[in-house]
């Protein structure tokens, strides 16, 4: 403290909170907008953030939560990169009574009691809405509906239930189809890339119908990949992504993908409500989902302004 007679450590219930915040990467575009969000939220509201980048490495994100242990913030917030290995520290944080609050992705239900409440996407809705439109669009495809999937990273709550989600409405509705071939390209335009690129080697594109991609950036790897092998996205090969960054709307304007389901990253002001409310001790539910919607080819042009990331 500064030596001053009258003190400025004063304020009590008025301080602002600390908060710890494990964050999964800066892998894409929705990554960047949801830091950029969680940041500017809790400066606006007079909380000390500490931010860590853990480069999409579970160990780096555990030592994070470990570290914001040992320093007793308030609370953590937990964006876990994967949804399995996480008792342990979830544990440590609740003998030391300090709340987890998960942020964007979940855990396995097996540590449900081990975190607060989750703040972030419903991914098995945002899978059922792909496959919605798939099953709608290729309905009377007479030969089979021949899909390649871009899987996110391998374990992540958004890579299993957009997968489950997207499955589970084809086999509803009935579609005829097969997964020609289905491997992860960890949420990264290099990597989504590098794996088109061994899809199209192994299985050349023809009569491919469709690649559901679980995100913008290996979506748009792809349809790098598949221009340079000579073929036309969005038109050779339907293409789905989810997210929504001005980029994926930009390539949906130029006619090279077909349909993109929204995810928003947009949560920040919420998620300061939510750290708010659990700090006080109030009630509040397991899961808050974010809004969100989905658009086809005749509404991209449209929706293109009103992306913020
Ligand atoms: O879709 C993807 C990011 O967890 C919802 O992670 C998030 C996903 C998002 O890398 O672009």
Redesign the pocket.
Known sequence: CGGGDDGDGGGGSDEGLVIGFAQ??A?????TA?SASVQAAAEAAGHELKFVDAQQEQEKQISAVRDFITQQVDAIVL?PVVETGWTDVLQEAEDAGIPVILA??GVEAADEDLYVTRL??D?AEEGRKAGAWAAETFADDADGTRILELQ??TG???ANDRKAGFFEVLDAEGLDYEIVDSQSGN??AEEGKAVMETFITTHTLDGIDLLYA????MGLGAIQAIEEAGKVPGVDIQIII??GSKAGFQAGVDGKLNYIVE?N?AFGDQLMDVVESVVNGDEVEKFTPVEEGAFDASQFEAELPNREF
């Open positions: 999964v990467g892998e894409s575009a929705w990554r949801n964006a964007d992705r972030g996407s991914f996110g990273t992540s709550a958004p949420f990264t679980h995100n913008d950036e989810v997210d995810c990253p």
